[in-house]
């Protein structure tokens, strides 16, 4: 069954360092998502992308946050200048208006995560 | 239920009972519901979902109820496996928001043999 991937499982950074978390989304999904979950709490929405751009992005996505899909196959986060408070497991998801398991018109797959420690 | 930061509401089970878990929200302009399981290491995996102009939904081994007047979701999981040990979230679609999904506390289920 097609899955979408996140690479690394695990990052460790210093605060201030700029920081990448890859995303392969499932390869014929059109919408892509991050979402982040501080330990113990909710996930939380970032940011969603589509046709090659930014479609929502929530108040935590400021301008240290960008993504970009340099090619067909990944998607990417980047944090520019980490804080303390980024801490936390990054997912990514992907969906296609072609899902046939949910009413919702985009089910959204997830990923297992990054796991971003800032210290 | 609500999570307060690492204090998440725990639902202990046996093995082969039914589990209950619920949800409450807000915003009366949702337009779907999602039930989410999270395993350990894991990102959320979507379990069954509901429109807002249903009462339930049956999936295999689970039934979700919604009702609006008291803005409460439950995911109904029976016969409930070893497997089932995880965190399950409920989350909410606004379609005149976008398709983010917006994620309410989780429950931890921790079944025992």
């Known amino acids: 069954e097609p899955e979408v991937t996140q690479t690394p499982s695990h990052q460790v950074t210093q605060m201030g360092q700029e920081v990448i978390l890859r995303c392969v989304p499932i390869?014929?999904?059109?919408?892509f998502y991050w979402y982040r979950q501080i330990l113990g709490q909710k996930v939380e929405f970032l940011v969603s992308?589509?046709?090659?751009?930014?479609?929502?992005k929530s108040e935590i996505f400021d301008d240290q946050f960008s993504v970009e899909r340099p090619d067909g196959s990944n998607f990417t986060l980047k944090i520019r200048s980490t804080k303390l408070e980024d801490s936390a497991m990054y997912f990514c998801?992907?969906?296609?208006?072609?899902?046939?398991?949910?009413?919702?018109?985009?089910?959204?797959?997830f990923g297992p995560g990054t796991r971003l420690t800032v210290l | 239920g609500e999570s307060v930061g690492l204090h998440l509401p725990t639902l202990s089970v046996q093995e082969g009972d039914n589990s209950i878990i619920n949800c409450a929200y807000s915003?009366?302009?949702?337009?779907?519901f999602i039930w989410y399981k999270q395993e350990s290491g894991k990102g959320p995996q979507f379990i069954i979902d509901?429109?807002?102009?249903?009462d339930k939904r049956q999936g295999q081994r689970v039934t979700v109820l919604l009702n609006k007047t008291v803005k409460h979701l439950s995911l109904q999981i029976a016969a409930t496996q070893p497997g089932d040990s995880a965190v399950y979230f409920c989350?909410?679609?606004?379609?005149?928001?976008?398709?983010?999904?917006?994620f309410g506390g989780g429950t931890r289920v921790l079944v025992k043999p």
């Open positions: 998801a992907s969906s296609s208006p072609t899902s046939g398991r949910s009413f919702i018109d985009n089910e959204q797959f």
């Open positions: 390869s014929n999904h059109l919408y």
């Open positions: 992308f589509y046709n090659n751009e930014i479609s929502e």
């Open positions: 915003n009366s302009a949702s337009d779907y």
């Open positions: 509901i429109r807002s102009n249903m």
């Open positions: 989350a909410e679609i606004i379609e005149a928001a976008g398709n983010k999904l917006t």
